[in-house]
């Protein structure tokens, strides 16, 4: 059984990590390319987009592609779009892992938003001291907001996207742990965190210490996604491959 993951997240790497070695399926793993050096998968790799659904589609026939996952970022919506369009082209079975988002708990400030730009429009005319956590693509956006000081933190370096007086720049890849976060935050006195609700333990540090901390979040709402039939981890996605694989070999023995 041929299996396309759609990756750039946690998720996909888990289930790369579950799926390596396996001698009944050949798995690819698909990432964007916007990661210049991306940490090594034990599965074989490919980078770089498909050329819409219909690309995406043609892929999946022309490599013979048995089982699509769909293991995307929450905020990562084209691709998503594009995957269940393609697969319903391909006639290919598609899965997607979708991740729980966080819910405010007790203690909690949270200022819920419907995108990045309305996010810089939240932090207000007053000058802050912005705890900056939308990743790169977007952090341009604050361009917009240049009274604020703002501590931004990406994976890849942030360049020169955002041109304001008052920026640090830090560059850092995940987990981070609530203790670590409070640290930096204490550190440089942030008054307010720009987070998009991309849920997981990963990135969930900084709102764990901003509830400790009294600090409230501008947490921006998760864009909408197909309908498609999800499970919510890589171990979920995994049952799923393995029920398919169980079901082709009792066809094959028949
Ligand atoms: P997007 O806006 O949904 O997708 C834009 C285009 O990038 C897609 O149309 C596709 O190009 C290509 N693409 C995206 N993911 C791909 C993949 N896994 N394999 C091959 N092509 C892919 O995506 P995005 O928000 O820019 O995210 C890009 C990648 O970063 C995704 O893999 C996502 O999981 C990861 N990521 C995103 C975020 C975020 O906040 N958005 C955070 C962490 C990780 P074609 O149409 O040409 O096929």
Not at 21 to 29: A, F, W
Not at 111 to 126: D, F
Not at 191 to 206: D, F, L, M, Q
Request: net charge neutral.
């Amino acid at each position: 059984m041929r299996i396309l993951i759609l990756g750039g997240t946690g998720e996909a790497s888990a289930l790369a990590r579950a799926l390596a070695g396996r001698n009944d399926l050949s798995v690819m793993l698909s990432l964007a390319g916007r990661t210049a050096a991306p940490k090594a998968e034990p599965v074989p790799t490919r980078s770089g987009g498909f050329g819409g659904a219909e690309g995406l589609a043609q892929y999946l026939q022309s490599e013979g592609i048995d089982r699509l996952i769909d293991a995307t970022h929450p905020f990562a919506a084209r691709i998503s779009a594009n995957a269940a369009r393609a697969a319903a082209l391909a006639g290919v079975p598609l899965l997607a892992i979708r991740r729980p988002a966080w819910s405010p708990e007790p203690g909690d400030v949270w200022t819920e938003v419907a995108s990045v730009p309305a996010a810089a429009a939240a932090l207000g005319a007053e000058p802050r001291r912005v705890f900056l956590t939308v990743g790169r693509q977007e952090a341009g956006v604050f361009a917009a907001a240049p009274q604020h000081a703002y501590w931004a933190r990406t994976v890849e370096p942030l360049g020169d996207v955002l041109p304001v007086p008052r920026l640090t720049a830090i560059e850092a890849r995940g987990p981070f742990d609530a203790d670590a976060e409070a640290a930096l935050m204490r550190d440089a006195g942030i008054e307010i965190v720009v987070s998009k609700n991309s849920g997981g333990a990963a990135t969930y540090g900084k709102i764990a210490a901003a509830r400790v901390l009294a600090i409230p979040v501008i947490m921006v709402r998760r864009p909408d996604k197909p309908d498609v039939p999800c499970v919510p981890d890589a171990a979920g996605a995994l049952r799923w491959l393995d029920a398919a694989a169980h079901a082709a070999s009792t066809l094959r023995d028949v």
